[in-house]
């Protein structure tokens, strides 16, 4: 057959005559002679390809501006990576001088070493579907699920869904999003042809049901959808056994399999889930979660309340202020850990009015204690979503100055795993509230991705080791030094270090050699309520402890 594709007018005849007969538009590429041909039927698509080959370059010329750049990222990756598979959609100007979407999808021949050969497949307008067809689709998929499960059938039903959909069709257009909508439908119907025809649920999912098999096949199915889309987008996908597990109804499996692509998406997306017991459990138990959370926020914040865990100098062992951490209390399950609560606010939103709350609880507890200790400064922790919150600048200088603080007053803290590689934009901000005298403080440092001289690209003032480095230092060299260089390094930089998690003397003993500006840890202080924070009795505790 290769020899067809060396002979042009040959090759030309075949194009045309499979072109015409499947109703789409063939297309071929051939890397030797950088030749694009395409079956005769190509000026049903645009009036701008007069012959039936062009070169590679003229063809992209054809290619809308903003669709052409992506495709020459995707033609470039894919050919390096020596993938057969090709699968993309951009958009072509028609007869009339509109723009039209065109699904361009085929295969890759590469030679014994490598190189690419050939390209062959096709171009077709994908034709919109109607209401009443897709009505008539579900009702078929799920009477074919009824029958399946009433008669004890194995298998798998799988929901499939295109990842941040609505910021693909921000980004690039209602039409390209749904023109990434049809090329999953058609991968979903053609990459194996045991699966079912696959039926649209939802604004970006797609179910299909597959009998008589392993879930071997089910994952090597979605790595083909997963190869098939990659140049588009990232798909998750929920996937649970007909049979596994007993349930009245085979609606309750479509309710599962919707459970498991939640649990895909909130572990990281572009990955696939199998149904399991305990993470539906788990996914309920968050959802009553964050019900609860919702009514404590409209009910001016009850159950949450504001711990505080002194930070003490190093050379001195005096009080120099206190970190503000959140907890909550659930009327049903009690004292809830952060490591629960915290990531529902931030996936919900309700980050926002908590995180507010908790600026201005710990500025008014702040203030009642500077006037006994006049430079006690309180550390507020702040996530990535007020950061992006466009009033968070002013709202934090309006709450100093509502509470008739200085800047002086206030350390805001942000974790590592902030995307702090925003620098630009977060310097910004930054800028602003250290020229009223607020510092910024990087948590959990050593835990993420950040270096000390990348940090320096931001305005900060303050990095915070984490506990997993200051666990017993006393026994590891390695975490001696690495604390140690971590400190000296940071010093040159004029960053101020604070040792967190310190727990026992001999922990402190250790770290006195390595002078860091500030400790904190349950060596000196749990997390407490602000009653039980007395200024006068922990100053006084500190220094016996220390002496």
């Not at 041909?37 to 698509?45: K, T």
């Not at 609505?166 to 690039?172: E, P």
């Not at 919900?348 to 609880?361: D, E, K």
Request: aromatic share 10%; charged share 25%; net charge negative.
């Amino acid at each position: 057959m290769e020899t067809v594709w060396e002979k042009p007018q040959l090759r030309q005849k075949i194009l045309n005559q499979f072109g015409n007969s499947a109703g789409m538009c063939c297309q071929f590429y051939h890397f030797g002679e950088k030749i694009f041909c395409f079956s005769d039927n190509i000026g049903e698509l645009t009036a701008e390809i007069t012959d039936c080959s062009c070169s590679l370059e003229q063809w992209y010329q054809v290619i809308y501006e903003s669709d052409r750049r992506r495709l020459q990222r995707y033609v470039d990756g894919l050919f390096h990576r020596t993938e057969e598979k090709y699968n993309f959609n951009y958009r072509l100007r028609n007869r009339k001088g509109q723009l039209v979407w065109v699904t361009s999808k085929g295969k890759c021949t590469f030679d014994e070493e490598g190189h690419p050969k050939y390209f062959l497949g096709f171009l077709v307008v994908p034709k919109e579907r109607q209401d009443d067809d897709e009505k008539t689709r579900q009702a078929a998929f799920l009477q074919e699920l009824n029958a399946l499960h009433s008669q004890g059938e194995d298998g798998y039903l799988l929901m499939v869904n295109v990842d941040d959909l609505s910021q693909i069709n921000l980004k690039y257009g209602r039409e390209f999003g749904d023109g990434i909508l049809r090329n999953l439908e058609n991968s979903m119907g053609s990459a194996q042809s045991r699966f079912s025809r696959p039926f649209r649920n939802g604004h970006s999912s797609f179910c299909t049901l597959v009998t008589g098999t392993h879930r071997e096949i089910v994952e090597s199915y979605f790595r083909t959808l997963q190869q098939d889309m990659q140049a588009q987008c990232t798909l998750s996908r929920g996937c649970v056994s007909l049979q596994e597990f007993q349930v009245p109804s085979s609606e309750l499996l479509v309710h599962y399999a919707s459970s498991a692509l939640d649990t895909a998406k909130l572990n990281g997306k572009n990955r696939l889930v199998f149904f399991h017991p305990e993470d539906y459990e788990r996914r309920l138990a968050e959802i009553e979660l964050q019900a609860e959370l919702e009514e404590a926020v409209k009910e001016n914040f009850s159950g949450f309340s504001l711990r505080y865990q002194p930070q003490v100098r190093s050379e001195t062992f005096e009080l120099a202020g206190a970190e503000a951490l959140v907890r909550f209390h659930s009327p049903r399950r009690g004292m809830v850990l952060p490591a629960e609560f915290v990531p529902i606010l931030e996936r919900s939103g309700l980050m926002i009015p908590v995180g507010s709350w908790v600026l201005r609880t710990a500025l008014a507890q702040c203030r009642v204690w500077r006037e006994k200790l006049p430079s006690f400064r309180i550390s507020v922790n702040m996530s990535y979503t007020q950061l992006r919150c466009p009033e968070i600048q002013a709202e934090v200088l309006s709450e100093l100055r509502e509470n008739d603080l200085p800047g002086s007053a206030l350390t805001i803290e942000v974790t590592e795993g902030i995307e702090l590689q925003e620098y630009g934009y977060l310097n910004a901000i930054f800028s602003a509230w250290k020229k009223e005298g607020i510092e910024i403080s990087v948590d959990d440092f050593g835990t993420g991705y950040s270096s000390l001289g990348w940090l320096k690209k931001l305005e900060i003032d303050e990095i915070k080791i984490d506990r997993c480095f200051i666990s017993g230092i006393q026994h590891s060299v390695y975490n001696l030094r690495l604390v140690s260089n971590i400190i000296e390094v940071a010093k040159s930089g004029f960053l101020r270090v604070c040792c967190e998690g310190v727990e026992t003397m001999e922990e402190l003993a250790a770290l006195e050699t390595l002078q860091p500006a500030l400790y904190q840890g349950f060596y000196f202080s749990k997390p407490v309520p602000p009653e039980h924070f007395a200024l006068n009795s922990l100053m006084q505790r500190f220094k016996e402890q220390c002496q």
